[in-house]
């Protein structure tokens, strides 16, 4: 089944996407520079993981216990 019809699969791509950002934006500063178009969702999913990291990592660590135990 494809990740937009199943909401688990949806979510799990939402926070690797962010995560991903995140961490590329902390590695290469310059590749996530531009704020608009293409490269702007990327900036924008990099700034939602730095200013909610905390929340980020909960929801990470919540979906690895659920894609494991179920």
Known sequence: M???FNF???LTVVLLVIC???F???QFPTFLE????FRGFFWKAARIGERLSPWV???C???GVSIIFF
Do not use: N, P, W, Y
């Open 20 to 22: 991903t950002c995140t």
């Open 61 to 63: 660590f919540t979906m």
């Open 24 to 26: 590329l934006k902390m």
């Open 57 to 59: 990592a909960v929801g």
């Open 2 to 4: 494809s990740a937009l």
């Open 8 to 10: 688990h699969s949806f």
């Open 34 to 37: 531009q704020k608009t178009g």
